[in-house]
């Protein structure tokens, strides 16, 4: 039994009364008073296209137009991992919807006005709007600079062509192990690109003081990563990180697309432009869909080598990317994917190419599940098939091959922890795997599946952590991180390792949202890693107040260190039964000694935490001999499903999702994980269907005809299972869970329809409709049209990838 | 520009107003009432749910100058004499995530168990459908309003005390 007394509790959320009342405030809900102004982007209709002219004289003339900026006053470009995205675009814009000049008016109403005035002269340009003609020879090359670019040492972009990156991962002989497999398996599975939807657009309020001074409010998940990408952006400017202020208030949802820098550094350089007036730039849901970053396309080509009892002896794995105008932050994705792509399994023999690749479409990036979602719907569906063609129990196969602390990853470091097998064994019970289920009436088939996942963080190597904690008078306290409150109950997390430590209840410990002047530094909330790495150094700012708080003791009463602990907000003595000093009575004023004088003093500790044991210097045609990840959460997750067989309706009966978490901190947290994840990853294997016009237009940027679940499209139950298997170097034993929840859904639901009609789909999303023309016999790929969900043309199983393709 | 008169949150509020513009600029821009958000700005999301005499409406896709001489509740409003029941279980059972939908989860849930103080699970669902929410999965939401439900079924004389 854990002698733990808060974590592991379900604490009330520290935000919850601020979220029930109203009280919390978002970006947009800030006030400015009457000086503020406003600013609306005048946006690209082309893919690809050269800037002839921009004409602002007709908007400047506008009522109520203060200042109309271009690319001219700002020729700068940013990234998080490598330069190619531009505040605004210089001789060519690259995506519809691109920025290319920004009106600031005295009202939202002005500014929208006078934007539909700034007159662009466009030259078009062939787009590049499929992977195919993105790497054709003789492609047009979307960033003729590539070789040029500012970027991380980790990444190996291919100047000259569309690749952005190339990550590549070699173990063990993958030729001789094919020649000695029983069985080998070799097919193509496509994904597109999907949006993050958070239900509060992106927003900014700059304020460029006349000091000098730039301060943002933004609704972001990174504003130390903010700060320090406009600091290398905004230096011509002479701007520095001690010029920069970053105030992130409650923010409504972000799944990654507040992760990084999108559109607030256009916010940064619209304030420099206007000293001393705030600006503000409010995305609208159109532009949330097209000028943030979108989740990457991919087509993964899978060949998978198996003996016959099925134990995998090869893979090769090559998965390309459709990364769109910008790369900074989805090579990245593309990376950590070229890592991990064995998926938890412990293979020896391994090929992985991932391939991020430059098209004219909008920018990707970071989204919940960091490419792991993608690569999982096609290996999860091949292992399935090969264990049905061998005729092998797909879940006895998946414990087969399952990873196991120790293993040899595919990059030759070692696996942590982590429960796999029971995690199988829970969920393969609770969906009553094996007994097959007739459905109530003959036009409906009941199917099963079983999933596996992983997930590591894609961090760098000194991705940190750091908290300060304080006092107050009354024994509460103030603790200070720059870890984002995106919804998932970080704030509440970080009180109770605090109040673990020191016994002081969670509610009397008041956790801010971040202000990069006051708050302590924070990589990003991304990866799912804060509640770990974090975590690691709130306790550690916890243990240096415990140190202090009984230092202090210990010298006015002249006790023994060693004799005292804190428990109920006091500190206690072991020797001394009657001994209780309330916190209250000494955090800032100190203990009164019989002379009168004072020993003491406020109160307060920091804390840090840094993986000190990463390195992402990799060699890089085999990616051996470095350590990118810091840990993977593993798990599995299955389902029953309900097929219509006349409509392809797809009704989810039951999920049940199996989780190794290492060290539970707040059940209803995570199990607000688990719900939520698994809606948002059902939801993009059934319901969410981006799509394309042939000119690289998005055709449906809102939620009427892009759509994500309502509480109508539910599953019917959700069992969350959690395991602890403890995490050495995590707060009390935690790892990550966020993003692993949405990771097995499309591959679960793909499975279940194979179970139940004996179709399968192998391109996503799984909607209704491709069910219904599959078992008609009509393939989807004939009827499909022109508007696509990302940009490939044709059949996945003719997409050739030679020119840029594995070597 | 047009004089409008408004109950709003129970106080008498006279207001000129453009012809274009919605209710939801309005409370927000001009009557400093920031719980409705804008999600979508098209009556897609409903995070800028208001109750309007009572019903709960999207007060992106009404005009201000619609609403004269009519009573509005806001999340500002609902708790103004405390907590109601509702959001006390919110809190309790940790229901809200990023929080962005909560003020119209909360008034469309309010409306509904006004009208329909026992509602089945199809009927809470049928209520919210029309609440988008991207955090939470649904589940504790309508777990939670079927149980405040049933609690007040238990204890009428309370429950119509917090759910004025």
């Keep these: ?807 | 520009m047009k004089d409008i008169s408004i109950c709003l949150n129970g106080e008498v509020r006279q207001i000129a107003v453009a012809p274009n513009e919605t209710l939801l600029d309005v409370l927000r821009n001009r009557l400093g009432i920031k719980t409705p958000k804008e999600g979508c700005g098209r009556g897609d999301c409903g995070a800028c749910t208001i109750l309007l005499d009572g019903k709960a409406v999207r007060s992106c896709l009404i005009l201000a100058i619609e609403v004269h001489g009519q009573s509005i509740t806001t999340l500002e409003g609902v708790g103004a004499n405390g907590l109601t029941a509702l959001q006390k279980a919110f809190v309790k059972n940790n229901v809200f995530q990023c929080g962005f939908c909560a003020s119209g989860v909360i008034l469309a849930a309010s409306a509904l168990l006004a009208e329909n103080p026992q509602p089945t699970e199809s009927e809470v669902r049928e209520a919210l459908a029309g609440n988008l929410c991207r955090c939470t999965g649904y589940e504790p939401i309508v777990e939670t309003v079927l149980a405040v439900a049933k609690q007040a079924a238990r204890q009428p004389a309370a429950s119509r005390r917090t759910r004025s």
């Design chain 1, 1 to 807: 039994m854990s002698k733990n007394k808060v974590v592991g509790k379900s604490a009330v959320r520290v935000d919850g009364l601020d979220k029930v009342t109203g009280a919390a405030r978002y970006v947009d809900d800030l006030d400015f008073g009457p000086g503020l102004l406003h600013a609306v982007v005048v946006t690209s209709p082309h893919a690809h296209a050269r800037i002839v002219k921009i004409d602002t004289a007709a908007a400047e003339k506008m009522p109520g137009v203060v200042r109309v900026v271009t690319g001219k006053q700002c020729p700068y470009k940013f990234g998080l991992y490598m330069q190619d995205r531009f505040i605004f675009p210089q001789d060519r814009v690259r995506f519809v919807g691109e920025q290319v000049a920004a009106v600031i008016a005295e009202s939202p109403e002005a500014a929208l006005r006078a934007a539909k005035c700034v007159e662009v002269d466009y030259a078009p340009l062939p787009a590049v709007l499929s992977l195919d003609d993105a790497l054709k020879k003789n492609a047009v090359v979307i960033h003729p600079d590539l070789g040029n670019y500012e970027r991380v040492p980790w990444f190996f972009p291919r100047a000259g062509t569309n690749i952005a990156h190339w990550r590549k991962t070699r173990k063990g002989n993958v030729d001789q192990a094919f020649d000695e497999a029983d069985y080998i398996l070799e097919d193509t599975y496509t994904v597109p690109r999907y949006a993050h939807c958070p239900l509060e657009t992106h927003a900014v309020t700059g304020l460029f003081d006349l000091a000098g001074r730039l301060t943002l409010w933004a609704s972001s998940q990174s504003p130390y990563a903010q700060r320090g990408v406009m600091a290398v952006a905004l230096k011509p400017f002479g701007l520095s990180h001690q010029d920069i202020r970053i105030i992130t208030p409650y923010v409504g949802g972000g799944f990654g697309g507040k992760a990084g820098v999108s559109m607030e550094i256009i916010g940064a350089v619209l304030a420099i432009a206007m000293k001393g007036r705030p600006v503000k730039l409010h995305w609208t849901r159109e532009q949330e869909f097209m000028n943030t970053s979108q989740r990457q396309g991919v087509v993964a080509r899978i060949k998978m080598g198996v003996k016959k009892n099925g134990k995998i002896v090869a893979l090769d794995h090559t998965l390309h990317w459709d990364a769109g105008a910008s790369a900074e932050y989805g090579a990245n994705v593309v990376n950590a994917v070229g890592l991990s792509a064995t998926g938890p399994y412990s293979i020896p023999n391994v090929k992985i190419d991932s391939v991020c690749v430059y098209t004219n479409m909008p920018p990707c990036g970071a989204y919940r599940g960091f490419g792991y979602s993608e690569f999982h719907f096609g290996l999860e569906s091949h292992i399935t098939r090969i264990a049905q063609a061998l005729g092998i129990d797909p879940v006895k196969m998946r414990t087969l091959n399952a990873i196991r602390e120790g293993d040899t990853l595919a990059y030759g470091a070692k696996m942590n922890p982590g429960d796999l097998c029971k995690a199988i064994d829970r969920v393969a019970k609770e969906i009553g795997w094996g007994k097959k289920e007739k459905a109530a009436k003959a036009h409906k088939a009941i199917g099963k599946s079983l999933a596996c996942f992983w997930k590591a963080p894609a961090m760098p190597p000194n991705a940190s952590s750091a908290a300060y904690l304080k006092f107050n008078e009354d024994g509460s306290m103030n603790l200070a991180v720059s870890g984002m409150e995106i919804g998932q109950g970080f704030l509440t997390v970080m009180a109770q390792v605090a109040s673990e430590v020191l016994s002081v209840p969670v509610n009397k410990i008041r956790v801010e949202t971040p202000d990069t002047d006051r708050n302590a530094y924070e990589w990003q909330t991304v990866g799912s890693h804060v509640t770990w790495s974090c975590g690691n150094a709130v306790r550690s700012a916890a243990e240096e107040v415990k140190t202090k708080l009984i230092a202090t003791v210990a010298r006015a009463k002249k006790m023994k260190v060693a004799d005292l602990y804190l428990a109920a907000e006091c500190v206690k003595s072991r020797k001394d039964a009657a001994f209780a000093l309330p916190f209250r009575d000494f955090v800032i004023d100190g203990i009164m000694r019989p002379d009168g004088r004072y020993v003491g003093g406020p109160i307060h500790g920091t804390g840090m935490f840094m993986p000190e044991f990463t390195s992402a210097l990799g060699d890089p045609e085999t990616s051996q001999g470095g350590h990118p990840n810091v840990h993977y959460t593993v798990g599995a997750a299955g389902l029953v499903l309900e097929v219509d067989k006349e409509t392809g309706k797809l009704t989810v009966l039951k999920v049940a999702l199996a989780v190794d978490v290492g060290q539970v901190i707040n059940p209803d947290l995570v199990k607000g994980q688990v719900v939520g994840g698994i809606l948002q990853g059902l939801a993009t294997a059934m319901y969410e269907d981006i799509r394309f016009a042939a000119d690289g237009r998005l055709l449906n940027p809102n939620f009427t005809d892009y759509k994500i679940p309502t509480t109508l499209d539910c599953p019917l139950e959700i069992v969350p299972i959690m395991l602890e298997t403890p995490q050495p170097d995590g707060p009390f034993g935690a790892r990550g869970v966020g993003e692993h929840t949405m990771i097995a859904a499309a591959p679960n639901i793909a499975d279940a329809i194979a179970d139940a009609v004996d179709v399968r789909l192998k391109t996503m999303p799984l909607t209704a409709e491709k069910v219904a023309l599959a078992m008609r016999g009509i393939e989807y790929e004939d009827v499909k049209g022109d508007n696509l969900g990302f940009c490939f043309r044709g059949r996945p199983c003719d997409y050739c990838f030679d020119v840029g393709g594995a070597s």
